[in-house]
């Protein structure tokens, strides 16, 4: 019932940037949570960043100060600006929404990842 589609990965030179969107579709009522996460291989998912209605964001110890996560509402959109790009930061990003749909159950879906390859 939600859909989750991302744009924007790819292959970077380290000290680069990327921008990353997902956008949502489906019947929706309220996003109270918007994240992203990454999985690299042999590792597990790890957060990145996320944002709260009410505006709260919390990010990744290792994102210090290097991205930035915002969110469109008319869009039910958000975005990972990514700046100062390092090659660990390679991975499978993926974006989560949780929030209620108009039938009134909550929902907790994901987008389909989209790659990111940062090169040293």
């Known amino acids: 019932q939600v859909q989750l589609v991302e744009s924007g990965g790819g292959l970077v030179q380290a000290g680069g940037s990327l921008r990353l969107s997902c956008a949502a579709s489906?019947?929706?009522?309220?996003?109270?949570?918007m994240g992203w996460y990454r999985q690299a291989p042999g590792q597990q998912r790890e957060l990145v960043a996320y944002?709260?209605?009410?505006?709260?964001?919390n990010y990744g110890d290792f994102v210090k100060g290097r991205f930035t996560i915002s969110r469109d509402n008319a869009k039910n959109a958000v975005y990972l600006q990514m700046d100062s790009l390092k090659p660990e930061d390679t991975a499978v990003y993926f974006c989560?929404?949780?929030?209620?749909?108009?039938?009134?159950?909550?929902?907790?879906?994901w987008g389909q990842g989209t790659q990111v390859t940062v090169s040293s």
């Open positions: 489906g019947s929706i009522s309220t996003i109270d949570y």
């Open positions: 989560n929404f949780r929030g209620i749909l108009k039938s009134t159950n909550r929902f907790n879906g």
């Open positions: 944002r709260i209605s009410g505006g709260t964001t």
